[in-house]
């Protein structure tokens, strides 16, 4: 599967409605895998714009390494292969869900 696939553009039309007050944000974080700095620095860019204009208004949100949660964080993801991570690892609820992007609320590790 290709870093830039179209669940990964789902996520920004997803904060672009956010921006645009036409849905509510209910996460601090997009999860992301830390050891994969080509999506950091070539994919991510169409998230950071939308980012960076939340920014603006006030609602922040940051990228997350979706294997260093702590208990309390509001994440959100779109990624399969993240969500199977989390259902192993850490104990959850769904506070959100648009489409293919499920917001978490974690609770701690299994």
Do not use: P, W
């Not at 992301?32 to 939340?54: K, R, T, V």
């Not at 940051?62 to 949660?69: A, E, G, H, I, T």
Request: net charge neutral; aromatic share 16%.
């Amino acid at each position: 599967m290709d870093a830039c696939d179209e669940n990964f553009y789902e996520m920004s039309y997803f904060l672009r409605d956010i921006s645009k007050s036409k849905k509510t944000l209910k996460a601090d974080y997009i999860l992301f895998d830390g050891n994969d700095m080509y999506y950091l620095e070539y994919c991510s860019a169409h998230l950071q714009f939308y980012m960076n204009i939340l920014k603006e208004k006030g609602i922040n949100i940051n990228f997350k390494d979706y294997r260093d949660l702590d208990t309390g964080n509001k994440v959100m993801t779109s990624d399969s292969n993240i969500k199977k991570y989390l259902l192993k690892h850490y104990n959850y609820s769904i506070i959100n869900m648009d489409g293919n992007i499920e917001a978490y609320l974690i609770k701690g590790k299994i």
